[in-house]
């Protein structure tokens, strides 16, 4: 089996790619009849779904695994908890499934990418959820402790008030940017003129 696409993007930290390339991998040595079940990067393969949010393909991915790798390798059960984890929007559990196990060498990359980006995403979940929220709460769905959650977050804008332990998030400004074309704007009046007489 060639890998060398699947490390050429794990050396490049082009985690995005992941999934697409293992499961073009998959496909290909499937096509070409090679037994591959037991040398195949299950747990790479996991995260990588898990990088791209796409958690219907990494439950197909654990359904179709064997067994003996569900049973016998600890790093893809660690990867598939991140994933149930999502599964079930268990935000904090999420970061404690991610700490929860000592990453190879091949998947810590891959894991504390997927972290950063997951505490993006929780972010950004906070700011279009909530006009307040508590720093503790914060705390809990950035994975982070209660000063650098105060930091983190002034540094976005939003407004920390120490006596009541309160967040006011700062939301962000809607930008809709109508492209209307002449033409079109024409075509559209004239039609409407056609309706009317």
Known sequence: MEFSPLSSALASKSYERIADICDDIMLQVAAEGVSFQEDWPYAIH????IYAGDINSM???????????????????????IGQKLWVRDYVGVYEAIRGFNWSQEAQGLVAAFSDHYTKKMFQL??????TISIQD???FLNMNEDDVKNYVQQQG?????A?????????PIVT??????????????????LEH
Request: charged share 20%.
């Open 46 to 49: 996991l995260l990588g779904h």
């Open 59 to 81: 439950r197909f991915l654990w359904k179709s695994m064997p067994s003996a790798v569900k049973e016998n390798n600890p790093e893809v059960q660690a990867a598939w908890r």
């Open 126 to 131: 906070l700011q279009s959820a909530y006009s």
């Open 138 to 140: 914060t705390s809990l």
């Open 158 to 162: 939003w407004i920390v008030d120490p």
């Open 164 to 172: 009541s332990q309160m967040i006011t998030v700062k939301k962000r």
């Open 177 to 194: 940017e109508q492209k209307l074309n002449p033409s079109k704007l024409h075509s559209l009046t004239e039609y409407v003129f056609h």
